[in-house]
């Protein structure tokens, strides 16, 4: 079936670092691809999207290319700041179904 | 915010009791989603709504039921709450678009079963 996998945290960098969280995907056919955002205490919250190949997502800094020849969507950010310090999860939409399914999440930690 | 409501937002229970958690929306959202959160597994899918009375299971959807009668509610049941069902519970909602448009999600119900 469908998965996403993502690197194991935390992640943990100084204000200013440069960020890469590595997300891979399994899925028949060619799912839409997104990055959410959880900060402490809440719901999930979009942070980016591509629905096909080399498609690039950005906002507020981060981004994300849509590889379909190595099934991929890694997060990068050039910069990172305190308040990015959160848990990030990548996540596949199937076409067909609309089915959401979801990483295990990586966990960001940025320090002054 | 997209119109979202998860309740309760907390809830501790005994084991073998049943127990019903409700996620609303005020967005007229066609697929209503419930997942469950846990340290190491990220977010799971439990059950998916993608009408009124069409659902379909998820990953992890055994011990749960759910159950839509109209658009804005979408309801989790745990028939017999176990401890390994101890977890934080999240609605989602979205409108279908070949996979394309975003999830909205809820504030998450905290459910202990001791």
Redesign the interface.
Known sequence: GDSVTQMEGPVTLSEEAFLTINCTYTATGYPSLFWYVQYPGEGLQLLLKATKADDKGSNKGFEATYRKETTSFHLEKGSVQVSDSAVYFCALRHKNTDKLIFGTGTRLQVFP | DAGITQSPRHKVTETGTPVTLRCHQTENHR?M?W?RQDP??????IH?S?GVKDT?K??VSDGYSVSRSKTEDFLLTLESATSSQTSVY?C?I?E?????T??F????TRLTVV
């Open positions: 697929y989603y997942y190491g597994h990220g977010l799971r899918l998916y993608y379909d998820g990953e999240f989602a979205s279908p678009g070949q996979g394309s975003e999830a999600f809820g504030q998450g």
